[in-house]
Structures are given as structure tokens and as C-alpha cells.
């Protein structure tokens, strides 16, 4: 199957903090990445932008170690990475004074989309708003895409969108949460509004409960200082789970716009119940042979932070009272999985007699494997009786789709060239961000009060043996978390 790769408008993008690890790890390979697939017209070009001192010629080879370095083995060929380098430029700039600007304006051409990507830390988004507007690059034509985290509670947030709106107005803004650009997210709204089959039963009266994970593997490594200051609740729920939340629980949007599919992700935001303190789990993993504990690894014996979260949470509306939504994200657990679960209720009556129970579930892999599956009832195979087992009917999409779903496109791919296209639709809208803050910051607000300890769990483990407890309570299990 060959997918159809339409050419976006000719760009100057430039990207703030262009030599630093998002840059390389991500979005550079992503960009090489499109240009290989011929998404990127020859004129574009792209304009590294930091503090390093450097010229174009170096800033060149920068950006191919890093393209070789970070993308799949085998997939770089040469000729395509010296081509994809031709369209590179570099400033050195201070995004706080005044060095390098003068030289930005006069790589920036008029009549093409110019689009600022702001991967530098969230102290510096307003400096450089600031700035564009200063040097007259605010005009109809010009983006800015701001990385996370944005804010670390309400009002960091509500002072972060207030710079960016005094010079920018919001079908401008770009909010990034990657988790939205991935291929299964999409496809989960596919499922759901364009197939007769899903959406009359997406209500309390039909499912169970829905559970989402997502577990890492990875203890905080490197980024023990930053991390530390965040932990679970700000670094992943805030945002990403309460992102996918949000897409499992909205009403169906009149259209498929960005407007009205973000309205309809705020209404959701707004309906969450407060949450109770016994409803959440929070924990700290120990250290095990291939790793040190939290603690250590952040370098203070008495943090309190929380590298594992897992809640019960309630969305106050006409379709879900009734039908808690379980969410848990955590570091230095068994497997790497993110993944959604849609619990269907059981049969109100079985017509096969004592059997045991069957329930519908439809599981939706964001990593690894991209995939969604539905679990159904059958009969066992053979001449045993009537006897009932549950089987998958799995959609793995690299099965499903050829070779064009080997290497789907990464998130930031699709959410650079939508940037580009103008389309917000997987953008966070900075009205639903602040929800969701307004949401969170009495939660973890509770913790820092109440001082909570949380409980530690095993590396390597399920997480905190609270979180089961949590959920046998309920009288129900946490899906498995394999890779
Ligand atoms: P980094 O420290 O590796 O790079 C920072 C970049 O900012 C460098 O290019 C540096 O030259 C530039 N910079 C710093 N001060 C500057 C100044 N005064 N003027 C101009 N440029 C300046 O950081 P990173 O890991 O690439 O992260 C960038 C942003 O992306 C941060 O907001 C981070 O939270 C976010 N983010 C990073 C990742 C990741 O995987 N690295 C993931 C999600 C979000």
C-alpha cells in the first residue's frame, strides 16, 4: 500500500535551541525523515538558532552526526543527508540580549511560513516572543511552537500563555505534547467516530471502566535535577494521560477541526471529579542491581517526589458517571508499554450457562507495537461442548498496512509538518492547559501539605503493591503491562 505524501508549503523554520538533545535526538532526524519522503518542498530551509558560536558549515556536520546518530540503523543514505544539509543554516543568537538577531531577520524570506520552534527551556519562551516581535518576525505568516512543560502549576502557565499572547494570537500557538502526534492516538479517533460499531456503546451504560498506562522502563537518569522538581503527577499526568483521557472521554466533535475537537477535550477537563487522596497511589522505586533508587539517583535521601503515580479518577457527565477511569504512569517498571483499555461490562445474562466471565476489551498500543486489538468471545475449538474462550482480533498495523506501517511516521514528524500545513487539531490550546493545571494543583498541593511519602516499589516491578489494592477494592485488575 503506498500512502500518498502531499508536499507542505515552502518554510523557514527555525529552530531556538538548535543544537541542543530535542533538537538532535528528534527533531532533526524528523525533518530528515520528511524530507526523504518528499514532504518538504526543495526551497524550505531550516535555521538552527542557539547560543553555541558556530557557522553553517559546522552547525552542517552537527546535524548529520546527529540525523546518523538517532535515526533507525540502515535508514540514512548519504546522497539524501547531504542534500537534506543544504537546506541548513545556523545563527548564533542570545534569545536574552541582542547578538544574532539582526543576522535571523536577514535569513527569513517574505511570502513563506515562517515557524519558530522554541526547544529551549520555558524561562526563555517569553524573551523570545519578545524578541520576534521586536524584530518585526510577528507577522500573519509565523508560528511558534513552545515544547514542555508548560508551567509547573496554574499560574506558571497562566504567566507563560499571557507572554505568548502579547504577541501572538492563539491559532499561532503551538502547544506540543508528542504523545498526541502518535499514529495510534490518531487512529483511536478513527476508530472511534468513523465506524458505526464503537461509538453507541461508549458510555457507563456499556463499558466497565478504562484504564491507561504508561510505563517506562528507564529510572530519571541524567535528568534527576529537573525531574525531582516535577515527579509523575506534573511530568506525565498533567499533560500526556490527561491528553489521552480527554481523546477516550470527549463527546464526538461536530467536525474534525481543531477548534471543535479542543472544545470538546476541554469540556471533558472541566467534568473531572476533585480528586479524593484515597483515590491516588504515588511511589518512589528502590534500587536493584541495574540501577540505584530514586532517591539516589535524584541525590537526596529525603525526596519526596513521586516516579510512579496511579489514581482512580471520575468524569462528572451524562456518559461516564459511573465508569471510573484508572490511570497509572510510573518509572524503572516491569516492561515499556503505553496503552489504553476500554473494559466492556459483562453480559447481562448468558444464554451458555456457569461460564466464566467475558468481558469486551479493546486495547489501544501507543508503544511499542502501534496497534489496536478487540478482544471477543468464541467458542473453544472442537468437539468439547459449548465452551467459551476469549480471543483477539488484532489490528497490529504493520501487519495490516504493509511496509508503510513498518516506520510510521514519529510524532514529532507529523506534528512539525501539521505546524507547517497550519493545523492544530493535536495542539494543546493554552484555555485547556490551564484546565488542566486547575485540575492538578490541588492535588499535589494535598501531597506537599499533608506531607505524603510515597510508598516504594521494587525496580523492575508492577509499582507499589497500593496501586493493586487500589483496584481490588473495585473489585477489578490492572491490565498486565507487557512489552
Ligand atoms: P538542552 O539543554 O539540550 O538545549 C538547550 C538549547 O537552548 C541549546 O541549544 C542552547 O544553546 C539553547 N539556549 C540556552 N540558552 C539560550 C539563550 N539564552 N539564547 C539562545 N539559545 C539558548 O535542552 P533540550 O533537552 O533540548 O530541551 C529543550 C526544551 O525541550 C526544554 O524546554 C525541554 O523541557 C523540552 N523537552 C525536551 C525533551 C528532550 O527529550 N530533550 C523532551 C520533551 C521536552
Not at 52 to 69: F, G, H, L, P
Not at 195 to 210: A, C, G, K, R, T
Request: hydrophobic share 40%; with cysteine.
Amino acid at each position: 500500500m503506498v500512502s500518498r505524501v502531499i508536499p507542505v508549503d515552502v518554510f523557514d523554520l527555525v529552530i531556538f535551541g538548535g543544537t541542543g538533545d530535542l533538537a538532535r535526538r528528534k527533531i532533526l532526524p524528523g525533518l530528515f525523515r520528511r524530507f526523504c519522503a518528499g514532504q518538504m518542498q526543495p526551497e524550505a530551509q531550516i535555521i538552527g538558532a542557539a547560543r553555541a558560536e558556530m557557522d553553517s558549515a559546522e552547525y552542517r556536520e552537527m546535524v548529520a552526526d546527529a540525523v546518523r546518530e538517532f535515526s533507525a540503523e540502515g535508514s540514512v543514505g548519504d546522497e539524501d543527508l547531504a542534500q537534506f544539509v543544504e537546506r541548513l543554516h545556523y545563527v548564533p543568537i542570545d534569545a536574552r540580549g541582542e547578538s544574532g538577531w539582526s543576522d535571523l531577520v536577514s535569513h527569513m524570506r517574505p511570502g513563506v511560513v515562517h515557524a519558530f520552534y522554541f526547544s529551549v527551556a520555558p524561562s526563555l519562551f517569553g524573551d523570545l516572543a519578545e524578541r520576534l516581535n521586536i524584530h518585526g518576525l510577528t507577522n500573519d505568516a509565523s508560528r511558534i511552537v513552545v515544547e514542555k512543560p508548560f508551567g509547573r502549576d496554574l499560574e506558571s502557565a497562566r504567566a507563560l500563555n499571557r507572554d505568548l499572547a502579547a504577541y501572538f494570537d492563539e491559532s499561532q500557538i503551538y502547544r506540543i505534547d508528542h504523545y498526541l502526534g502518535k499514529e495510534t492516538v490518531q487512529n483511536l479517533m478513527a476508530v472511534r467516530f468513523g465506524n458505526m460499531l464503537f461509538e453507541p456503546l461508549w458510555n457507563s451504560q456499556y463499558v466497565d471502566h478504562i484504564q491507561i498506562t504508561v510505563a517506562e522502563t528507564v529510572g530519571v537518569g541524567g535528568r534527576g535535577d529537573y525531574y525531582d522538581k516535577s515527579g509523575a503527577m506534573r511530568d506525565m499526568v498533567q499533560n500526556h494521560l490527561m491528553q489521552l483521557l480527554c481523546l477516550i472521554a470527549m463527546e464526538p466533535p461536530s467536525k474534525f477541526d481543531p477548534d471543535a475537537v479542543r472544545d470538546e477535550k476541554l469540556k471533558v477537563i472541566r467534568a473531572l471529579d476533585k480528586m479524593d487522596p484515597h483515590h491516588i497511589v504515588r511511589g518512589q522505586y528502590e534500587a536493584s542491581d541495574d540501577g540505584p533508587s530514586y532517591r539516589e539517583a535524584v541525590g537526596d535521601p529525603r525526596s519526596r517526589t513521586e516516579s510512579y503515580v496511579a489514581m482512580k479518577v471520575g468524569v462528572s457527565n451524562w456518559r461516564w458517571a459511573g465508569t471510573p477511569f484508572y490511570l497509572r504512569t510510573g518509572k524503572r517498571l516491569k516492561a515499556r508499554s503505553s496503552e489504553i483499555t476500554v473494559v466492556f461490562k459483562e453480559l447481562n445474562h448468558s444464554i451458555f450457562g456457569e461460564q466464566e466471565d467475558h468481558h469486551n476489551v479493546l486495547s489501544i498500543r501507543l508503544q511499542p507495537n502501534e496497534g489496536i486489538t478487540l478482544g471477543v468471545t468464541i467458542k473453544e475449538p472442537g468437539p468439547g461442548g459449548m465452551r467459551l474462550i476469549d480471543v483477539p482480533l488484532d489490528m497490529s498495523f504493520a501487519q495490516a498496512l504493509g511496509d508503510d506501517a513498518d516506520a510510521p511516521p514519529d510524532a514529532y514528524e507529523r506534528l512539525i509538518m501539521d505546524v507547517i500545513r497550519g493545523n492544530q487539531t493535536l495542539f494543546m490550546r493554552g484555555d485547556e492547559v490551564e484546565a488542566a493545571w486547575a485540575w492538578t494543583d490541588p492535588i499535589i498541593k494535598g501531597w506537599e501539605e499533608r506531607g505524603d511519602v510515597p510508598k516504594l516499589y521494587e525496580s523492575g516491578s508492577d509499582g507499589p503493591v497500593d496501586a493493586v489494592q487500589m483496584l481490588a477494592r473495585d473489585t477489578r485488575v490492572w491490565r498486565k503491562v507487557s512489552p
